[in-house]
């Protein structure tokens, strides 16, 4: 029988179509293998050697001595060379008729994860991995100084399907000058929850996902890799600090290095149970300036399934495997 899940924090409607349940082999890519990548493209403007084909660098790990935009990083950030915003402009709205609208002020970077155009978070090593990640605190410290800047996004896109136009590793970052509708709908929803039951609705999911098992795909010391109950997509993962934690860049080097790995062995799951998915990976902190409560997370998406005219006209998704299954499957990976 189909079910429909609420989300316990937006109480968004998801429907879990079991009776359509598919298994990890079903999802497998079947195109012809692609021919192994190489550690240099030369083509490639995230390739160690091709700094000049980027924007100059803003920041970087590199070997001690070497200028920027040289050889000898580690982990490089870059301004988007097509950004979706702009950094500098006029905040102040402005009316067109019976519309509204603004400069659209922002900053929009890339985080390119290493040198070697051939690595990926799956494969990579955990050092390198981790330095990656070092690096996403270090803009998202480094960029919350910035007063104009109300939300810092930091996403992966990986594979065409989730939208990469690039192959090289790398995340983005943007920094908004508002609080986007999925946020918001966060902060609400765990505002409602905190009113009417006492206690913050990851509280309460920690309990109740530790107590039954059937979702956790995997605990550490500090955090919880789970499929989420009303996961709106297939194989959707989630992970969670057992402790609330406000802000990602909060997070001490032995908690970040717990993280970063506890990540790569999501990643690497999914990369086994379903032969390399497109995904995209989504990392929520507090919003800059934000004093209410907050708890950091990041959600997992494999890109498996095409929102149709219902999803879009709706709202509503449609899961047509069951979270339960999910992580079963992604345990025994």
Not at 63 to 77: C, D, L
Not at 139 to 155: E, Y
Not at 218 to 246: D, G, H
């Amino acid at each position: 029988m189909p079910e429909i899940r609420w989300d316990i924090i937006t109480e968004e409607r998801v429907i879990i179509a079991t009776e359509r349940s598919r298994r990890p082999h079903d999802f497998k890519k079947t195109e012809t293998p692609a021919e192994p990548k190489p550690e240099f493209a030369p083509n490639c403007p995230f390739c160690v050697g091709n700094e000049a084909m980027t924007p100059p660098e803003v920041d970087a790990f590199r070997e001690a001595g070497t200028p920027p935009n040289t050889p000898g990083w580690r982990v490089r950030v870059v301004p988007n060379k097509f950004p979706a915003l702009a950094p500098e402009g006029n905040l102040q709205p402005r009316t067109q008729g019976i519309y509204t609208l603004s400069d659209g002020v922002g900053v929009h970077e890339v985080i390119i994860e290493t040198p070697r155009h051939n690595e990926s978070p799956v494969t990579m090593p955990l050092a390198q991995w981790t330095d990656a990640l070092r690096m996403y605190q270090r803009r998202l410290q480094v960029l919350s100084g910035d007063a104009r800047l109300k939300t810092i996004l930091i996403f992966r896109n990986e594979g065409k399907a989730a939208g990469a136009s690039l192959e090289h590793p790398h995340a983005q970052l943007v920094g908004l000058t508002f609080v986007p509708p999925v946020l918001q709908r966060h902060i609400e929803g765990v505002q409602r929850y905190r009113s009417r039951y006492g206690r913050h609705p990851f509280e309460a999911i920690v309990g109740q996902e530790l107590r039954e098992g059937v979702r956790v795909v995997r605990q550490t010391e500090r955090f919880l890799l789970y499929t989420p109950f009303a996961a709106r997509a297939p194989f959707e993962l989630a992970i969670l600090p057992l402790e609330p934690v406000a802000r990602f860049e909060q997070l001490p080097d032995e908690t970040l290095e717990e993280f970063a790995a506890l990540l790569q062995d999501a990643l690497r799951r999914l990369h086994t149970a379903l032969n390399d998915p497109p995904y995209n990976y989504m990392l929520f902190t507090a919003p800059n300036g934000y004093d209410g409560e907050f708890w950091l997370h990041l959600r997992i998406a494999p890109r498996l399934s095409i929102d149709a005219g219902f999803e879009l006209g709706s709202g509503v998704g449609i899961n047509i495997t069951a979270p339960e299954d999910a992580a079963r499957y992604l345990r025994e990976v």
